[in-house]
């Protein structure tokens, strides 16, 4: 039997301890009044209530059950770099940045997703949740730094942003599986070297950094800020005489680094490659299939019962509620006489 709570225990084992101190006292102060049906029901009502907080449940069950118990982050590089046009016929890298991190969640139902973002500085775009339109409208609007702002990047700048995002999430749900997804290029352009992606080993349970970008390198365009940048002109190298389009080169060396810091492996992506291979890859840290069907291992919840039960205890206090009130009835009017308004004296 193993417990995972719908809160962090540091919330949870308070609130328990309050409510059955309440308990206690409320069945104290009412043991010699009738009623006493009422309050075994209101008791049982707490306790299932209580119970089924806790989630209790026991090993196995169905691939959705264990997706759903996983912390995904996406660590996306926004530099200027990523909106070079070498992703399939000609599109920005950021383009199969947006198809694998939706494709990914589909592969993944009911698992909590946040993502982070990073140029000359990272930034959280969104914190873990459950809600994949978040994470479509999120993905959807993803663009680089703006050209002029860009003075120089780091591959590691997200570095310490990731570390207190899954140090966060370990503190609130130890039980959870971490997967960190790493989506850039790999192009280091802060004039130093990059700082180590040094993490704690048992913060990354699994996950992999996925590679965009070709050697031939890609153009990019401008990012000026307006709303539209269809007809911006492209970046321009300036360190030759003759100024012209700049061009990004993806540095898969530097990418095997970072996935070597973070223990996942590394996955090359080019336009129409499938996610569902690199994930079997991806999630071996945190996930494992059975040899029997393939299916992923989970847990088998128990938490429906007690909830099952509460509705049943809390629909009978309910009635009971609605059957005292159907008995009260309003006190009689007495009646007045047609003058003065006093009492009509019914005795003589």
Not at 7 to 16: D, H, K
Not at 199 to 211: C, F, M, P, T, W
Request: aromatic share 6%; glycine share 10%; hydrophobic share 45%.
């Amino acid at each position: 039997m193993t417990l995972q709570p719908i809160l962090p225990w540091w919330l949870l084992l308070p609130l328990t301890a309050a409510a059955l101190v309440f308990l206690g006292w409320r069945i104290l102060c009412e043991r010699r009044r009738p009623g006493r049906t009422g309050r075994i029901r209101r008791a049982l009502l707490v306790l299932f209530v209580l119970t089924a907080a806790f989630r209790p449940g026991i090993p196995g069950g169905s691939a959705q059950a264990a997706a759903a118990d996983l912390n995904v982050f996406f660590v996306v590089d926004t530099t200027s770099s990523m909106v070079a046009e070498d992703y399939g016929n000609a599109a920005p890298r950021l383009a199969g940045v947006r198809q694998d991190i939706m494709a990914i969640a589909g592969e993944l139902p009911g698992a909590r997703f946040s993502v982070i973002t990073f140029d000359t500085e990272a930034h959280v775009r969104m914190p873990l949740t459950t809600d994949t339109s978040a994470l479509d409208t999120i993905t959807s609007i993803l663009q680089p730094q703006v050209t002029s702002y860009a003075k120089g990047s780091s591959i590691t700048a997200a570095r310490q942003v990731l570390a207190e995002r899954l140090s966060a999430a370990r503190d609130s749900h130890p039980e959870r599986p971490r997967l960190v997804f790493y989506l850039g290029d790999g192009e280091q352009t802060s004039g130093k070297e990059p700082e180590p992606m040094a993490l704690d080993g048992e913060l990354v349970a699994g996950g992999a950094v996925l590679g965009y970008g070709t050697s031939g390198g890609g153009r990019m365009k401008e990012n000026t800020g307006m709303e539209s940048d269809d007809d911006a002109p492209y970046i321009q190298d300036r360190t030759v005489d003759a100024a012209k389009d700049a061009l990004s080169i993806i540095d898969e060396d530097r990418l095997r680094e970072v996935a070597a810091r973070l223990g996942v492996p590394y996955v090359h992506r080019s336009a129409g490659d499938p996610v569902s291979a690199m994930l079997q890859e991806a999630r071996a840290g945190a996930l494992e299939r059975t040899e029997q069907d393939g299916t992923l291992g989970g847990r088998t919840e128990f938490y429906w019962l007690f909830a099952a039960g509460a509705f049943v205890v809390g629909l009978a206090e309910l009635m009971g509620i609605i059957r005292q009130l159907r008995e009260v009835r309003p006190a009689a009017r007495p009646l007045r006489a047609a003058h003065g308004g006093q009492p009509k004296d019914t005795a003589g």
